[in-house]
């Protein structure tokens, strides 16, 4: 049985220049963790920090004047910094939140563009043994408060256009005490508030040694924020320990080597940025680049050629928009520097995979994951020939299974649930604060991932749709609950409802259905400022990018709001079973 249309794309291992890091047959068959494990370097004291693993080990040791990271700004400017110091800025940056009383387990949130220092205070708190919370820079501030209330977050770094934006919500934030401010090369000119604290200030004070607090595998360290189809989203906490996955997966499934130059595209408020465009890279002691600025089909080959990338690690929304950029706009650069290609976060089309085998002579290895799995957990590696439009095969150490409702497994072929063996070492550890909702994950030994898949005869996996009415819009998954709040927040909104509309660029595109309260007339002017309205409080890339006004929406019985029936309107299919639908 094949799966796509489109041929497999052979590999010719002889003719690599790079050998694979992974021989998957030979892996897969009898691998054990331990290997893995063993390959970390650990705390003095026995403990494990991925700030350690990142970074002081590498700064310790024959890395240490390496290049770890090349910056380049969205005006051009350029910085790079070795493991060696980033040791002293992520010390220094320890040592700040320390002397501000931050303890092991305490959560430190950061809300800033990808700047050096959102690096920096990363693996600063991280050291200092805190939870650590990365925002996306263009949410609004409904979104950061949220996130910032239910972790109570203590400490908030930030920049002063961003701590401007959510100047409003911070008397709503009762457990927040310190918000730090970064004025990166002094480029915002007004005073930052007097309660604030200056990053710059606070630095030059810091003492540039820190002793990393001994925070055990089992220890907090991480967590992000991701959507559910019920209420708001919720915190996925991972450990110390997934840093030994992050590790492994950079190794096999980006086939990281010493000398590579990498760049992952993703930003740090979603967890590949943390995961790939951190960890991965540094664990591996690989140089990356960081670019701040935004996507520009022309600028983003030109990185590829200044920086002389050999990795890239990006995503189906972003590939799809090169490809409509035009074939000629790559054959102007030297992309000759790259070898090695992958992407992640929706699904990768065929057309995708094999665009990029025709443009840059290799194919785009997709592969799977999500928040909650913390690492890479399926993929198409460099020693295997890829099928175009599949996400490949499990990795070593982790049980995939494709199960129907009572969970028993579906033959080879078949549509079925996509379900983890729980165990793998990057599992997140809990919705903070939300025990129920962590428990509703697992049933009958299996982690459930909400997507839907298959499997072929030769053990490939194919995506094939979410289980749930989580939206994914250009790689964000989006809760419509989230977005449906923010609605009805407006005076003239009665009710909303929420779906993902197929879009050829971003896979979905959010859609608001919206009835109006008494006495408000539909309008183009009250549409727009619908629009308005919620992208000031989300972001664009949260809000609606499409609202109908609709005299009423359908729900069920007890009052919920059927999205899968205003999903099948949508689209024009059969409405399915209607029988739980509320009579009007
Ligand atoms: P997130 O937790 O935001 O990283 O989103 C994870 C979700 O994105 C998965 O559960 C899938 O629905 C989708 N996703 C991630 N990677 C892929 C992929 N390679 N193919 C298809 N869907 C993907």
Redesign the pocket.
């Known amino acids: 049985m094949t799966t796509s249309s489109f041929p497999t794309i052979k590999k010719d291992l002889d003719a690599m220049k790079v050998k694979p890091n992974l021989d998957y047959d030979k892996v897969r068959g009898n691998f054990d963790w331990q290997e893995m494990y063993d390959e970390l370097d650990w705390l003095p004291g026995g403990g494990l920090n991925k700030a350690h693993e990142a970074i002081d080990r590498h700064a310790n040791g024959r890395n240490r004047d390496k290049l770890a990271m090349i910056w380049e700004g969205k005006n051009g400017e350029k910085e790079t910094y070795t493991f060696g110091e980033m040791k002293v800025h992520t010390d220094k940056f320890a040592n700040v939140i320390k002397s501000l009383g931050i303890e092991t387990g305490d959560r430190v949130f950061i809300y800033m563009e990808r700047l050096p220092e959102l690096y920096f205070a990363f693996f600063g708190a991280l050291k200092a043994g805190a939870v650590v919370g990365p925002l996306f820079s263009a949410f609004g501030p409904d979104p950061v408060r949220d996130r910032l209330q239910d972790s109570g977050a203590k400490v908030l770094v930030t920049q002063p256009d961003l701590r401007r934006k959510i100047t409003g919500i911070i008397p709503e934030l009762f457990e927040l005490q310190h918000i730090i401010v970064v004025n990166k090369n002094n480029r915002d000119p007004q005073p930052i508030n007097t309660a604030d604290l200056s990053y710059e200030e606070e630095m030059a004070k810091a003492p540039a040694s820190f002793d990393i607090v001994n925070t055990s595998q089992y220890d907090y360290s991480i967590m992000h924020y991701?959507s559910g189809t019920t209420g708001k989203p919720k915190g996925a906490v991972h450990r110390h320990q997934a840093v030994v996955q992050q590790y492994a997966t950079g190794k096999w499934a980006l086939d990281l080597h010493e000398d590579d130059i990498y760049w992952c595209t993703a930003d740090p408020g979603?967890?590949?940025g943390t995961s790939y465009g951190m960890l991965a890279p540094w664990t591996n002691g690989v140089t990356q680049l960081i670019y701040e600025g935004g996507f520009r089909a022309s600028k983003w080959y030109e990185l590829i050629q200044e920086y002389k990338i050999t990795v890239w690690y990006t995503a189906p929304t972003a590939i799809r928009m090169l490809m409509r950029a035009g074939d000629e706009v790559p054959r102007r650069y030297d992309m000759s520097s790259l070898r090695f290609m992958a992407?992640?976060?929706?699904?990768?089309n065929p057309e995708a995979v094999v665009w990029g085998n025709e443009i840059f002579d290799m194919p785009f290895h997709?592969?799977?994951?999500?928040?909650?799995t913390g690492a890479i957990m399926c993929a198409n590696y460099a020693c295997q020939d890829v099928k175009p439009g599949s996400?490949g095969r499990p990795l070593p150490g982790v049980e995939l299974g494709i199960v129907d409702e009572n969970f028993d497994p579906v033959p080879v072929g078949k549509d079925g649930i996509l379900v983890v063996r729980p165990g793998w070492p990057s599992m997140f550890h809990g919705y903070w604060g939300n025990a129920p909702m962590y428990n509703s994950r697992f049933r009958k030994g299996w982690y459930i991932?909400?997507?839907s898949a298959r499997i072929d005869e030769d053990g490939f996996y194919w995506?094939v749709g979410?289980t749930d009415d989580v939206i994914?819009t250009a790689?964000?998954?989006v809760g419509p609950f989230e977005v449906e709040s923010a609605l009805i927040e407006h005076p003239a909104v009665a009710e909303a409802g929420v779906i993902g509309k197929p879009d050829p660029i971003a896979m979905e595109v959010v859609k608001a259905f919206v009835s109006l309260k008494d006495g408000y007339e539909e309008s183009t002017e009250l549409r727009q400022e619908l629009m308005r309205f919620s992208r000031s409080k989300l972001s664009a890339a949260v809000a609606p990018r499409e609202i109908e006004f609709v005299a009423s929406l359908p729900k069920t019985r007890s009052g919920k709001i059927m999205r899968r029936l205003l999903k099948a309107r949508e689209l024009g299919l059969p409405e399915g079973d209607t029988s739980g639908l509320e009579e009007e």
């Open positions: 991701t979603w967890v590949t992407s992640v976060g929706e699904p990768l997709d592969n799977w994951w999500q928040t909650e996400m991932t909400g997507d995506f979410r994914n790689g964000h998954l």
